[in-house]
Nanobody, 123 residues
Framework: QVQLVESGGGLVQAGASLRLSCAAS????????MGWFRQAPGKEREFVAA????????WYAESVKGRFTISRDNARNTMYLQMNSLKPEDTAIYYC????????????????WGQGTQVTVSS
């Protein structure tokens, strides 16, 4: 089992920045990569960004490219999502997830999920 705990959400104004963290623990030695997803009210959970376990490869949704940066601190087993130039449409619950699969984009490839952290961006 792998446990994931997110932190760092909050309420900010448009244009502001936030950094989300996701601490991983447990049997992480087989994990291939991790990712961030988000879910707004009435919408499906969507891919935001993903990173390989080594941190050497990253992927981003088009809607966040150039504004969000995903990273990992291997020593701390922690993943981050730096979110800059936030927009009201970024408002959602953000979830971190971990996968054994080498396919980073689909939520169905992720076995473990955190509890989610709310990000609200006011206009």
């Amino acid at each position: 089992q792998v446990q994931l705990v997110e932190s760092g959400g909050g309420l900010v104004q448009a244009g502001a920045s936030l950094r989300l963290s996701c601490a991983a623990s447990g049997r992480t030695f087989s994990i291939s990569g991790m990712g961030w997803f988000r879910q707004a009210p009435g919408k499906e959970r969507e891919f935001v960004a993903a990173i390989s376990w080594s941190g050497g490869r990253t992927w981003y949704a088009e809607s966040v490219k150039g504004r969000f940066t995903i990273s990992r601190d291997n020593a701390r087993n922690t993943m981050y999502l730096q979110m800059n130039s936030l927009k009201p449409e970024d408002t959602a619950i953000y979830y971190c997830a971990a996968r054994y699969s080498v396919k980073p984009l689909s939520r169905y490839e992720y076995e473990y999920w955190g509890q989610g952290t709310q990000v609200t961006v006011s206009s």
